[in-house]
């Protein structure tokens, strides 16, 4: 079974850009949630989809926004980056919210410059 | 505000002894406690989780105490191993609120050979 599979996975962009992220999740999966990844602060919540609506989201401005598509299938997308945005941003994937075993892809390396 | 704090911020070990990390929360309301384990260039990857009805959970060489009066938890690897040098994640959550995860900020584990 194919695990959870991101693109890209190493992204450079400059400041006042925007940039999308993908996300597909395991066969079968309906939840996908996207966290960011830094030295500093670790792991941070992003948001939650399930059925292609926001569950859950976290304290993050506006500029961070996602989707869900009908095949679970997800994007993040991020506007006017600015240099903090640059992370290790992760998608992980369950059988449903309620179901908690999460299972995290390899991540997108995103570089603002 | 850091809703679960994790220590140390990184451990070397001996090659078979004894790795111990420890995680607090404050909110009484999770009741989910998973820790990840991740490998450099790699998304984090569940190791085994445990629910605060039980005081500990076993399975291998790693195994979780889990202290829900004193609102702690930690995870212990016995025999540590050089492939067990990675970063490890303690986290929690509310398992009726869906898959948002408050995640430790992380130990850094060296098993020395």
């Known amino acids: 079974k194919a695990g959870v599979t991101q693109t890209p996975r190493y992204l450079i962009k400059t400041r006042g850009q925007q940039v999308t992220l993908s996300c597909s999740p395991i066969?079968?999966?309906?939840?996908v949630s996207w966290y960011q990844q830094t030295p500093g602060q670790g792991l941070q919540f992003l948001f939650e989809?399930?059925?292609?609506?926001?569950?859950n989201k976290g304290n993050f401005p506006g500029r961070f926004s996602g989707r869900q598509f009908s095949n679970s299938r997800s994007e993040m997308n991020v506007s006017t980056l600015e240099l903090g945005d640059s992370a290790l941003y992760l998608c992980?994937?369950?059988?449903?919210?309620?179901?908690?075993?999460?299972?995290f892809g390899p991540g997108t390396r995103l570089t603002v410059l | 505000q850091q809703q679960v704090k994790q220590s140390p911020q990184s451990l070397i070990v001996q090659k078979g002894g004894i790795s111990i990390i420890n995680c607090a929360y404050e909110?009484?309301?999770?009741?989910?406690f998973p820790w990840y384990q991740q490998f450099p260039g790699k998304g984090p990857a569940l190791l085994i989780a445990i629910r605060p009805d039980v005081s500990e959970k076993k399975e291998g060489r790693f195994t979780i105490s889990f202290n829900k009066s004193a609102k702690q938890f930690s995870l212990h690897i016995m025999d540590s191993q050089p492939g067990d040098s990675a970063t490890y994640f303690c986290?929690?959550?509310?398992?009726?609120?869906?898959?948002?995860?408050?995640f430790g900020t992380g130990t850094s584990l060296t098993v020395i050979p």
């Open positions: 989809y399930f059925s292609e609506t926001q569950r």
């Open positions: 992980a994937s369950s059988l449903a919210p309620v179901y908690n075993e999460q299972f």
């Open positions: 909110n009484t309301a999770f009741d989910y």
């Open positions: 986290a929690a959550s509310i398992l009726n609120t869906g898959n948002q995860f408050y």
């Open positions: 066969s079968g999966h309906r939840s």
